[in-house]
């Protein structure tokens, strides 16, 4: 099966600019992460979408970070304005329930430089 | 909150050598436990995982034993090779939305 599509793979952009990524999950699964990983980290959860309805977005920086759902299959994320510190790869994950509990799947990352 | 607990790194070892990265995990609920890999420039990969006490998750030689009692989840190698130098990532997962909660991360780095 296709694993979850991403892109763009690499950005940079000067602060205060605005910048958008995309991300389309494995077909059929309902549930979609974003996160955000900085260098030396761990990633750590942006939103949860479950179909197009928001789950968890309690550590989305809502002033400046925003993320849709539209149809319940792709998403994408934005950040206006930018600043220094949301330097980091974003991650999107797809995941579904089976026999053998929860399945999560990865995307290979978007890297953004804010300069 | 729910969290997890992984040693700091890097972890410098030589081939063949024998690995183990501790996890460990906050007690709350009846978490799913899971270790991922970071290979240089690529994405998460799963590595292996463990639904319930006392369950052993196992892939490529890696190990890891859910240890309710002690609230452990460390990953264990036998034999190392210079292809398993990575990040190694330890995560559970929280809450009824069963979002991933990642630990540091741990830089294993093994040498010829």
């Known amino acids: 099966e296709a694993g979850v599509a991403q892109s763009p793979r690499y950005k940079i952009i000067e602060k205060r600019q605005s910048v958008a990524f995309w991300c389309n999950p494995i077909?059929?699964?309902?549930?979609l992460y974003w996160y955000q990983q900085i260098l030396g980290q761990g990633p750590k959860l942006l939103i949860q979408f479950q179909n197009n309805g928001v789950v968890d977005d309690s550590q989305l920086p809502k002033d400046r970070f925003s993320a849709e759902r539209l149809k319940g299959v792709d998403s994408t994320l934005k950040i206006q304005p930018a600043k220094l510190e949301d330097s980091a790869v974003y991650l999107c994950a797809s995941s579904t329930f089976s026999r053998q509990g929860r399945g999560y799947t990865f995307g290979s990352g978007t890297r953004l430089t804010v300069v | 909150g729910d969290s997890v607990t992984q040693m700091e790194g890097p972890v410098t070892l030589s081939e063949e050598a024998f690995l183990t990265i501790n996890c460990t995990y906050t007690a709350t609920g009846y978490p799913s436990l899971f270790w991922y890999v970071q290979y240089p420039g690529e994405g998460l990969q799963l590595l292996l995982k463990a639904t319930k006490a006392d369950d052993k998750g196992s892939n490529k030689g890696f190990e890891a034993t859910y240890r309710k009692e002690t609230t452990s989840f460390h990953l264990e190698k036998g034999s190392v090779q210079v292809s398993d130098s990575a990040v190694y990532f330890c995560?559970?997962?929280?809450?009824?939305?069963?979002?991933?909660?990642f630990g540091k991360g741990t830089k294993l780095t093994v040498n010829p």
């Open positions: 077909s059929g699964h309902a549930t």
């Open positions: 995560a559970r997962t929280q809450g009824g939305s069963e979002k991933l909660v």
